[in-house]
């Protein structure tokens, strides 16, 4: 079936470390994205991914990292520098890019990261 | 600043009832909204989308309506069974961006 596959779906985390958050994706699409999201809060985007090897800062990067060496590929890693980064992370993708006819956002079931 | 909101936080309805999840849009330039259903520790659902050239879209037991010249956007559950509880959340997108901005959504509780 095709889909967009997150992992790990739990991650504990100690202060001081790096992670890498997987988002694969079977569905051909070009456009990936991750988001960040908080009680209470709308999703927040992080970075996104229009084609391979090119990616853009979204609204709160600072703190993380991507790479898109594969067009299925799409992971994000956590660094240390990022000061609050206990949260639910969605991955998501769409068929066209973001400067194209926008279209329906398909979403991964999410990775819950907590800092111990 | 740009914002997507939503009237009730929490919407309790009894199982068999039509249930009706309000959200305001804050950009006029929007052209493309989205309805998504969230349950509990899962990622979103696409449930309905609507372009800004129509004010009603319809599915199967629910509906949107949008509203153009109040920024409104709506979505109705008709005949609401418990397996529709959940948190749902509208999404709206400038021609052109990336950016979809997010509401934060309301719960959906359904009653027995």
Redesign the interface.
Known sequence: DGGITQSPKYLFRKEGQNVTLSCEQNLNHDAMYWYRQDPGQGLRLIYYSQIVNDFQKGDIAEGYSVSREKKESFPLTVTSAQKNPTAFYLCASSLEGPLENTGELFFGEGSRLTVL | GES?GLHLPTLSVQEGDNSIINCAYSNSAS??F?W?KQES??????II?IRSNMDKRQGQRVTVLLNKTVKHLSLQIAATQPGDSAVY?C?E?M???????????TRLKVLA
Do not use: L
């Open positions: 997507v052209d493309y989205i998504y520790g899962k990622g979103p659902q696409f989308d959340f999404a997108n021609p052109g961006t990336y950016k979809y901005i997010f509401g934060t959504g």
